[in-house]
Structure formats: structure tokens, C-alpha cells
């Protein structure tokens, strides 16, 4: 899996982040985005997948859309995330949009490796991750959800169903004490997805910072 490495290479906090080769033709405007919204310094390893479908998808599940179904293979994605984030006295944080922002939320259940799960659109819609969600535990303490509020109009009934999942989701963690946003965008799945995505690692970040501050 090839991994670009982006912002400040010496950086504490460092974001982890799945992508296809599209996504990496606007990858500058996140990291502007990000930039925009904190001032603190990050490092940004972005990870391309060779397969979308195969290399996010936690287990198998038959096509959505389209001919290609979905092949389970986020666990050895996971690995190679793992063997990124070895690092010590640095703090991580995954994220990632739409089934990128998927993987991201199943890779906190999987590791207390994460400090914070940043979920631009996140393919919530997936079969069987609502079931997920409710009868395991994230290990994480800061989770941010987003969506584009014409993202539940779609006329593909699976599709159509992700607001009614992101809301449940967002129930879910704040349910078991996560601190959890749910931001929606105009727009559809398609629109500033960069800018999104940036809001989202943003959001952690500064959550994180602010809660650390606290006294106890």
C-alpha cells in the first residue's frame, strides 16, 4: 500500500487517513482545511488503497451499487495501519470519508491505538454495522460524524437509509460516554469532500486538546 506523508513530518499528533487515487488529487485542500481551523501541528499519512471495496470493508457483504460487492478485507488494511503508528510519544487519530470513514470507525473497535475517529460521510449504511455498533464498545473517547443533508435522498433504499444510521450511531456513543458530534453539510456525498474531511480531523484535534485541559 503506498503511503504519502504529508504536513509537519516532526509533528506529536499524527493522522492517519485511507484514500483512492482521486482522493489524492485535492488531498492540499484538506490539509489547508485542517490548517484553517487549529493551529496545531500535524503530520498527515495518507494510506492508497490498491482495491476500495476490498481493502475498508470489514466483513463481506454483496454490492450496494454497481457490480462490485464488498471483500472484507479491513483487518490486514488495519495491520499495515498498525505498523505506522509504532511510534512513541506520538498521539493518532484516524479518519477518512465516506467507506474510508467507515474503516476509520471500525478500526477504533478493533484498538485503543487512536485518540479520536474524525468520519467525513461515512458509509454508515453498510450492512450490518448498525448491529456492530450496538453490541461492541469503541475504544476511543472522541468521535466525529458528519453528513451532506441530501445524502438520506438518494433513491437506492440502502443508501437512502445512512441518516437514519449516522443519528443512531451518534446515540450509540454518546450512550457509552464518547464524545461525539454529528455536523451536517449542504449538499451531497459528492460535494467538498476535501474541505470535509479536514473539518472533521479539525474537530478531534481541538476536542481532544480541550478535554485534556480539563481539570479532573
Request: glycine share 10%; aromatic share 10%; net charge negative.
Amino acid at each position: 500500500m503506498k503511503v504519502h506523508d504529508l504536513g509537519n513530518p516532526g509533528a506529536e499528533t499524527v493522522l492517519v487517513q485511507m484514500v483512492d487515487g482521486h482522493d489524492l488529487e485535492s488531498i492540499e485542500d484538506e490539509v489547508r482545511a485542517v490548517r484553517e481551523r487549529t493551529e496545531e501541528e500535524f503530520r498527515l499519512l495518507v494510506m492508497e488503497t490498491a482495491d476500495w471495496n476490498l481493502d475498508l470493508s470489514p466483513w463481506e457483504a454483496s454490492a450496494v451499487f454497481g457490480k462490485d460487492g464488498f471483500g472484507g478485507g479491513a483487518a490486514h488494511t488495519l495491520e499495515e495501519v498498525r505498523s505506522l503508528c509504532r511510534e512513541k510519544g506520538k498521539t493518532y487519530y484516524i479518519g477518512g470519508y465516506s467507506l474510508a470513514g467507515l474503516f476509520a470507525l471500525w478500526a477504533a473497535y478493533q484498538t485503543d491505538m487512536f485518540r479520536g475517529v474524525a468520519a467525513a460521510s461515512p458509509s454508515v449504511w453498510f450492512p450490518g454495522f448498525a448491529d456492530y455498533m450496538k453490541e461492541n464498545e469503541i475504544r476511543t473517547g472522541v468521535v466525529y460524524l458528519s453528513l451532506g443533508d441530501r445524502e438520506e435522498r438518494s433513491k437506492n433504499p440502502v443508501l437512502a437509509s445512512v441518516g437514519e444510521r449516522i443519528r443512531e450511531a451518534c446515540r450509540v456513543l454518546e450512550d457509552q460516554g464518547v464524545s461525539c458530534t454529528l455536523e451536517w453539510n449542504p449538499g451531497n456525498h459528492f460535494k467538498d469532500a476535501p474541505i470535509r474531511t479536514g473539518k472533521a480531523f479539525a474537530w478531534v484535534m481541538e476536542e481532544r486538546r480541550h478535554r485534556s485541559s480539563q481539570p479532573y
